[in-house]
């Protein structure tokens, strides 16, 4: 019994150092504590992986991920890949303190903890700053803030679709407004 507690702490706390990605969100982000909840998990030592099912949240700061199932991948006590299975899962984070949050879902997410990138497949949609990206499939790069989107001729999205909000089309007519 107390062998189990003892591995079970160490795992946790190996699971807290391995999500707290520097390059992940805001700053204060990094400072706080991983949760992780779910209705049930399964961890191979010798794969590395984390198997964590029913209504799984992680959260950590900004951070909020939630899916049916992740699968957390660790490659030398660092957390490589973190694979979320849902319909939909989701991911979301406030990169920035001044900036606004990132909402992404999709049926499947690849969230790269080494590239901070996440890469949406099957129904994805990324949301920021009241603009919103659909397509069958999305890939982001949270540091460049950069996305490519495509559709998919066998899938439900079969073109991808942009919608970009009325307050990023309008220009500055102030200026125009004020001279004679």
Do not use: F
């Not at 949760?35 to 029913?54: F, H, L, M, Q």
């Not at 957390?72 to 991911?91: D, F, M, Q, T």
């Not at 949270?142 to 919608?163: E, F, M, P, S, Y």
């Amino acid at each position: 019994m107390i062998l189990s507690r003892q591995l079970g702490l160490s795992l946790l706390t190996m699971l807290c150092t391995a999500l707290a990605m520097p390059a992940l969100a805001l700053p204060d982000d990094r400072q706080k504590p991983v949760s992780i909840e779910s209705d049930y998990a399964e961890r191979n030592e010798a794969t590395g992986r984390t198997i964590y099912r029913g209504n799984v949240i992680i959260s950590q700061g900004s951070v909020l991920i939630e899916a049916d199932q992740i699968t957390l991948h660790v490659e030398n006590n660092k957390v490589s890949r973190i694979e979320c299975e849902g319909k939909p899962a989701s991911y979301q984070q406030k990169p920035q303190l001044d900036g606004p949050m990132m909402i992404a879902r999709a049926d499947h997410i690849d969230y790269l903890p080494a590239a901070n990138s996440i890469a949406l497949k099957h129904n994805a949609v990324l949301s920021r700053n009241g603009t919103i990206i659909k397509g069958d499939s999305i890939n982001y790069d949270i540091d460049k803030q950069t996305w490519k989107a495509k559709g998919d001729d066998l899938g439900q999205q079969k073109r991808i679709q942009l919608v970009i909000p009325p307050s990023a089309l309008q220009t500055d007519t102030t200026s125009a407004e004020t001279t004679p």
